[in-house]
């Protein structure tokens, strides 16, 4: 079996001491695992394209294991994410939560195209790295069947108020009429950027603002809601929290 596909490098892997196991994030396969003969060897015409970050148009044939890469095209590398550690980390984490949240052999179109603009957006350094953070956590829980119920209020009904509570180890609002011990207060403009971007096209999901206040309760609501449901540590996210720190 042979396919032709482009995807994101999100895991990379030494095996023996030259070749390299890749896992790719594609919008037609979902994720698929594939061998690269001879990756780790200095003249590899194969190690540039199919490094961690690399977006690249593969070839690949199936293995007794695993695809393997007959050849790799580069289309974006974003060298940029190399100039500084905090962006590199912070993409590294994005690449964990694809792993853990992608499916095999699923088509997984959109939220390949949610990390990749993420890490554009990193690379040009225009837009507040808690909003890029924000929107590819929340939007990538939607996607690996994790979405929050944010309609209304999860006791009565109610759609919004100026005062609302994050419930984030149950997944859920309330309104401040409704106060729940443990949820996290939320002004109304919180709500609706999680709303926002769990719910509106995937290329509009970084285009919302928030006071510098309300952007660092955002990515607190939304860390710890993905950590209640991922249930462990996630080694990326803390190695980020510690250069960030």
């Known amino acids: 079996m042979s396919a032709s596909t482009k995807g994101?490098?999100?895991?990379?892997?030494?095996?023996?001491?030259?070749?390299?196991?890749?896992t790719l994030l594609t919008a037609d396969l979902?994720?698929?695992?594939?061998?690269?003969?001879?990756?780790?060897q200095t003249r590899s015409r194969?190690?540039?394209?199919?490094?961690?970050?690399?977006?690249?148009?593969?070839?690949?044939?199936?293995?007794?294991?695993?695809?393997?890469?007959?050849s790799a095209t580069p289309i974006e590398v974003f060298?940029?994410?190399?100039?500084?550690?905090?962006?590199?980390?912070?993409?590294?984490y994005?690449?964990?939560?694809?792993?853990?949240?992608?499916?095999?052999?699923?088509p997984e179109e959109e939220m390949l195209s949610v990390v990749l603009n993420a890490?554009?957006?990193?690379?040009?350094?225009?837009?507040?790295?808690?909003?890029i953070k924000s929107a590819v956590e929340l939007r990538l829980m939607s996607l690996g069947g994790y979405m929050p119920?944010?309609?209304?209020?999860?006791?009565?009904g109610t759609y919004e108020s100026n005062l609302m509570y994050f419930d984030?180890?149950?997944?859920?609002?309330?309104?401040?009429?409704?106060?729940?011990?443990?949820?996290?207060?939320?002004?109304?403009?919180v709500i609706t950027a999680v709303r926002f971007i769990c719910l509106t096209e995937p290329k509009r999901i970084f285009s919302f603002s928030l006071s510098d206040e309300n952007l660092n309760l955002l990515s607190s609501v939304s860390e710890k809601y993905l950590i209640s449901r991922i249930q462990r540590k996630l080694s990326t996210l803390e190695f980020y929290k510690t250069i960030k720190a």
């Open 119 to 131: 890490l554009h957006l990193l690379c040009s350094g225009k837009k507040d790295m808690r909003i």
């Open 79 to 92: 060298f940029e994410l190399r100039q500084d550690i905090e962006r590199l980390s912070l993409a590294q």
């Open 46 to 70: 194969l190690a540039s394209t199919t490094s961690l970050f690399a977006y690249s148009d593969f070839s690949l044939y199936k293995g007794r294991d695993a695809f393997v890469v007959e």
């Open 168 to 189: 984030t180890l149950d997944g859920c609002i309330y309104c401040e009429n409704c106060p729940k011990a443990g949820a996290v207060p939320c002004p109304k403009n």
């Open 8 to 22: 994101l490098v999100i895991r990379e892997q030494t095996i023996g001491e030259s070749d390299r196991l890749v």
């Open 149 to 156: 119920n944010i309609l209304a209020c999860a006791s009565c």
């Open 30 to 40: 979902g994720l698929v695992r594939a061998f690269v003969r001879g990756a780790k």
């Open 94 to 106: 994005f690449a964990q939560l694809a792993y853990e949240l992608g499916y095999e052999e699923q």
